[in-house]
């Protein structure tokens, strides 16, 4: 059992070990300062610069559409299943919005692609094909079910006296699920939110096939970006050399996304830990 249970905690240091192997042999050769501070990434031209805000961009544009899409779609409908469906509707609807979860990603790439994409240029004009708002919207709905399911486990958590007593105090439903029922399950919501935007930095198909492969500074979401996974599948799937700078590159990025995914992780364990404490 205890094998079993360091497995987990065996891969990740390993995971670690690999990613800070290669990004500093990278970082012997690249400067940290030019890395965090350079607006451009060209280290596969003639021209190199290696300034990762470009990738970051990408990505943090890509998911903050996919939040504001995914967060009061997910929590509505979550406050919708607990206190305004009825048992046999909520337990139908919410397998089939799990299986939003289970499609696989290079299918929303491609309903991004040859779906949203010419819906949104027939409203915007001007358009590119591969922009960053409409991978950011496919996004926004595949990650509405981590938000829906973990925010109506929470909300069910809720005590029943404390919608009794909203309702003898003449609350109605309505003010009485979204001034009551969220701000007491907050620390579950903003934990399902927490992990929603984890899933979304981590994405990679939608955006490598929808969001083109131009690494630029914006935060215009008309725009073709790229984003840092796909910097990452773009290298691994080439034909740049292991070993070569280039090819460390791709160990550089990564690492700067586990460090952003590993802090909003323990960002939601810490505000898990927090609420509970409170409760006891």
């Not at 190199?48 to 990505?59: V, W």
């Not at 131009?214 to 970006?225: C, G, H, Q």
Request: aromatic share 12%; net charge negative; with cysteine.
């Amino acid at each position: 059992m205890l094998l079993c249970s360091l497995v987990s905690v065996i891969t990740t240091i390993g995971i670690i070990l690999v990613l800070s192997i290669d990004t500093f042999k990278f970082f012997q050769e690249v400067s940290l300062f030019d890395f965090l501070t350079d607006t451009q990434w060209t280290p596969l031209f003639e021209d190199k610069h290696f300034g990762i805000l470009s990738l970051l961009s990408g990505t943090l544009l890509t998911t903050t559409i996919a939040v504001i899409i995914a967060v009061p779609v997910g929590i509505t409908i979550a406050v919708y299943l607990n206190e305004y469906a009825s048992k046999k509707f909520t337990y139908l609807v919410k397998p089939l919005l799990e299986i939003l979860a289970a499609i696989p990603t290079v299918i929303y790439g491609f309903f991004a692609l040859q779906f949203v994409t010419p819906l949104l240029q027939k409203f915007i004009p001007g358009l590119s094909g591969f922009n960053a708002l409409s991978p950011g919207i496919v996004m926004g709905v595949m990650i509405i079910p981590y938000i829906t399911s973990l925010s109506e486990d929470a909300l069910r958590a809720v005590p029943k006296s404390l919608r009794e007593a909203s309702y003898g105090l003449g609350a109605n439903r309505f003010q009485t699920a979204f001034s009551v029922l969220v701000p007491a399950a907050n620390s579950g919501i903003i934990v399902s939110v927490i992990l929603a935007i984890s899933r979304a930095l981590g994405e990679t198909m939608i955006v490598a096939i929808a969001a083109g492969q131009e690494p630029k500074l914006t935060f215009n979401p008309l725009e073709s970006v790229e984003t840092i996974t796909t910097y990452i599948v773009q290298v691994s799937m080439g034909d740049v050399p292991q070993d070569s700078m280039e090819y460390r590159t791709i160990f550089a990025a990564g690492i700067t996304l586990f460090m952003f995914t590993f802090l909003l992780n323990n960002i939601s364990f810490w505000i898990r830990k927090k609420y509970e404490q409170r409760y006891e």
